[in-house]
């Protein structure tokens, strides 16, 4: 059993906490929320005995041997660096930083004190994205990668009457390209590496963040498109095109079905069982590390995460999309 403390107390986190529940060995035992009365509320919920609103005297507890973090983004630094500085290993929600000189930070601290860091990627550990991968020698030339992923947030309506929810607001370094565009770069360099350019457009709102955008990324013999969105919604399915033949898969961030079209008109399909919640495959990836004493997850993999913050940044900076952490203030 791995014993964990939780950082977030929104409803990824207790999403996550019933897919982890799922492999019989994870074991929440302390919970940091920066008000004390919602880290008792969230704890009362759910029966964790211990509970925190000092980041400090969380990271330095004997309760737990791992942190989940699901706090807002710009959080996500400052915080699984307290924690891997005392020895706890982090799996820290998508996108793992702000930019990526506070990811490159996290992973030279992991690196320093011996722990896993790992960021949680659900769409990379899922079975039918091994099922991608593992099919791509069929492709022949593969020459292009689309994927979209835009979904109209439920918090857009509240944006548009003048609230400013945390889903739009830059003070949390958020966004759609943080929120979701992820969900299609992060499979793109897990796949095919980091591109050699790239030219971004997006639809900037009054506060300050990208609603809506597009990326064009060029490789040597292939490009790739991702586009992304909070408000607007998008059915298409994802293709990775090759001179031979072309795997098409939906929903991009969660792949469900997955399909090879060859030319001759032929269609099979590669989708594989996913019977548990989709973020059980990465908790099961994380707990499995730790039991084999391993620092670094093949895939969810330093390097993954740090070319896809810098694909993220330099699509901010053509943008004009800043935030207070990319000035050094961080959360």
């Keep these: 059993m791995t014993t964990f403390g939780i950082i977030g107390t929104n409803w990824i986190t207790e999403r996550f906490m019933q897919a982890a529940g799922e492999t019989g060995e994870f074991v929440p035992t302390a919970v940091y929320s920066r008000t004390a009365d919602r880290a008792d509320e969230f704890a009362d919920k759910h029966g964790i005995p211990h509970r925190y609103s000092d980041i400090g005297r969380f990271a330095s507890s004997g309760e737990f041997e ?31 930083a702000s930019n990526a000189a506070e990811a490159r930070e996290m992973f030279e601290v992991a690196k320093r004190n011996g722990v896993l860091l790992m960021e949680g990627m659900l769409t990379t550990q899922l079975p039918n994205f091994e099922a991608i991968r593992d099919h791509l020698g069929e492709l022949g030339t593969i020459r292009r990668f689309f994927a979209s992923y835009c979904q109209y947030s439920s918090r857009y309506d509240a944006f548009k009457r003048g609230e400013l929810p945390n889903a739009f607001d830059p003070q949390f370094s958020n966004g759609s390209l943080m929120d979701l565009g992820v969900y299609c770069l992060y499979p793109l360099v897990a ?20 609603g809506e955008g597009s990326i064009l990324l060029s490789y040597e013999n292939m490009d790739a498109v991702v586009m992304y969105s909070k408000i607007t919604n998008s059915y298409a399915p994802a293709e990775i095109q090759g001179e031979h033949a072309t ?34 495959y990465e908790a099961r990836a994380f707990i499995e590390l730790l039991k084999r004493g391993e620092t670094e997850e093949p895939t ?19 943008i004009g999309l800043v935030f207070p952490a990319d000035r050094g203030e961080r959360a």
């Design 300 to 318: 969810n993999s330093p390097q993954n995460s740090i070319r896809t913050m810098e694909i993220i940044e330099e699509a901010r900076r053509q």
């Design 66 to 96: 791992a942190v989940y973090i699901a706090s807002p983004t710009s959080f996500h630094a400052r915080q699984a660096i307290a924690c891997m500085e005392q020895g706890k290993h982090v799996l820290v929600e998508k996108p793992i």
């Design 247 to 280: 795997i098409v898969f939906q929903p991009a961030n969660c792949p469900e079905q997955v399909e090879i079209r060859y030319r001759d008109g032929t269609i099979r399909s590669l989708t594989r069982p996913q019977d548990n919640s989709p973020m059980y």
């Design 191 to 210: 796949l095919f590496g980091k591109p050699d350019s790239l030219r971004a457009n997006a639809h900037m709102l009054t506060s300050g963040v990208d």
